[in-house]
């Protein structure tokens, strides 16, 4: 997997991995509550369920919602997978 540290336009430097199509199964959602803050961040949300996602569900953009057809995918923060117009817009320059 390749790793590379982006300037972005808007968080500065950022961690982007690229993934294959294989890395993208064994994906699940996770269904959170929120709770009262108490002592740390850990504690604020508490997860009520955990739903798989079936491995030949398509992958989507994390910020524009559009189905990625070309892989590898440029994964920012190891969380958000950006589509080629996303990753384009989201980068400096």
Known sequence: ????IIKTKFDG???????DKEDFSGRSISISTW???????????KEISRIDIPDEA???CDLCNDEITEFPVPVMNDSYALCPKCFKKVKEG
Do not use: A, G, L
């Open 13 to 19: 430097p950022v961690p982007f991995i690229w993934k």
């Open 1 to 4: 997997m390749r790793r590379e």
């Open 58 to 60: 398509p992958v989507i």
């Open 35 to 45: 709770d009262q803050p108490k002592v740390s961040v850990d504690q604020i949300f």
